[in-house]
Structures are given as structure tokens and as C-alpha cells.
């Protein structure tokens, strides 16, 4: 790819990260500043409405084919524009007592998986509504699957 392709592509996924990052926070924004549920919904049904970020594709086939340079500064792009603010929100409820996990951004990560990997889920198997999807991967992350008196 020539330079020129280089830069086109590093400035399309950049600007991709930062509206995401202006999605995720205006989602946090929009509910209560305790209601990580909330918060976490918001940022689902916002993640929801836009085309989905396949890091797993980015990280395996688009990475790759940019300069080392390039790529590790969209890696970094990718992970403060998407991920540190989940991250961040979590450990916010943590410190509120809300929720307990050794590594928030394993859990933060999963969370965006989840909900970036309902996208890939053929229509006709969402009962529902792929936001009301969402909202039980998110009660899951938040409750366990646990039977209350098993836990």
C-alpha cells in the first residue's frame, strides 16, 4: 500500500475512535453518574447503532498491512478512544462499592466484546431486540449466573 493509502487509512480508523470515544462518553454522561447499569446500557445502545469496531479484524489483517509506526499509534488510538473509558467507569463503581474485580479492563474488555460481538448475530436469532440483548450480557456481567443462594 503506498504511503499516501497509509496515511488515508490511519486517519479513517482515527476518526472512527474518536466518535466512538464521543459516543461512549456522551452515553456515560446521559445517566446518573451512579447508575453504572445505566451508563453501561447507554453505551451499549450507542455502540449498537453504529458499525461495529472489529478490533479482532484490525488487530489480524489491518494492522498488519500498515507500518509498524502506524499501527501501534491506532493500537494505542483504539485502546484509549474505546477501552479506558470503560475501564475507567467500572473502576469508578468500584470505588463506590458497587461492583469487585482484580482487573477492570479484562472485565471492560469483555464487556465491549459482548456487546460489539451482537452485531454478528443473525436477526433472526435475537428474540428481542439486540439492545434488549444487550441488557441481559450486561445484568449477566453485573449479577453472575449464579443462583443466589449457590454463590
Do not use: C
Not at 467507569?89 to 451482537?118: D, K, T
Amino acid at each position: 500500500m503506498p504511503d499516501g493509502k497509509y496515511a488515508l487509512v490511519a486517519e479513517a480508523m482515527t476518526r472512527s475512535f474518536e466518535r466512538h470515544k464521543a459516543g461512549i462518553e456522551a452515553a456515560i454522561h446521559a445517566a446518573a453518574p451512579d447508575d453504572l447499569r445505566g451508563q453501561l446500557v447507554g453505551i451499549a445502545a450507542w455502540l449498537l447503532s453504529q458499525p461495529p469496531i472489529d478490533m479482532v479484524r484490525m488487530s489480524n489483517s489491518d494492522f498488519p498491512a500498515l507500518d509498524a509506526k502506524t499501527a501501534v499509534a491506532l493500537e494505542n488510538e483504539a485502546y484509549f478512544t474505546t477501552m479506558v473509558p470503560v475501564e475507567q467507569l467500572l473502576e469508578q463503581a468500584q470505588a463506590r462499592g458497587e461492583i469487585e474485580h482484580s482487573n477492570m479492563g479484562n472485565i471492560g474488555g469483555a464487556y465491549l466484546s459482548a456487546i460489539q460481538g451482537i452485531h454478528a448475530i443473525p436477526t433472526a436469532y435475537i428474540p428481542t431486540s439486540r439492545l434488549t440483548f444487550a441488557e441481559e450480557i450486561i445484568d449477566v456481567l453485573l449479577r453472575g449466573i449464579r443462583k443466589e443462594n449457590h454463590a
